[in-house]
């Protein structure tokens, strides 16, 4: 099982480097890796499902758009670059989609560890990554996106490495919970949450 403190090496370096874009195939495994040692350590497997779904969306876009893309070339020698075209349109709408797609996955992912950690950063690049992936169809979208890795690496370098988890013994837990917005352990009997507000169910 991965510690928090490898985790917040490996996600805030791998995550760095996602932004370089000849490195960036190596940032996504590192994040990936962080991903899968805080989804170990606070015992919630589906932090780690998530990332990966949004990983193998972004990748099945990417080799469908490329498959669209090869077959609109062949074809425009038969239809006076009309396929190559349309085809072009097509791999943009492809991977615009797969992109909306991934960023939902990456949000909910990101949800839970904001939750788990109390990092509320990590909540915050959740919903720009998805509002970034709305947008790029008209350019700003990319400059949100931007500002999303930022916040991500800053979301990874701000874990604490001591947490409470999930996994504490139940003695320490018996008269507390986990509000379920921000991560804050509470009396069991509050109705809302004392750092955000949020009523309990």
Known sequence: MGKLSDAKTLGGIG??????????????????????????????????SDMLLAVITGIVG??????????????????????AFFGGLTFLAIIWVALIVSSIFVRRAFEKMAARLNVGTFRTAGTLYF????????????????????????????????????????????????????????????VFCPKCGARQS
Do not use: R
């Open 15 to 48: 995550s760095i480097l996602q932004i370089i874009p000849v490195l960036s195939i190596v940032g996504y495994i590192l994040t990936l890796i962080a991903v899968k040692y805080i989804s170990d350590e606070v015992n919630d497997s589906t932090i780690f």
């Open 131 to 190: 509002v970034g992936a709305l947008l790029t169809i008209v350019l700003v979208g990319f400059i949100i996106l931007f500002v999303a890795f930022i916040l991500q690496v800053v979301a990874f370098f701000s874990i604490h490495e001591a947490q409470p988890t999930m996994q504490a013994p139940m003695s320490s837990q018996a008269g507390f919970k986990y509000c379920a917005s921000c991560g804050n352990q509470m009396p069991v009997l509050a």
């Open 62 to 83: 990417v080799a469908v758009g490329a498959l669209v893309i090869i077959f609109g070339a062949l074809s425009s020698v038969f239809t006076a670059g009309w396929s």
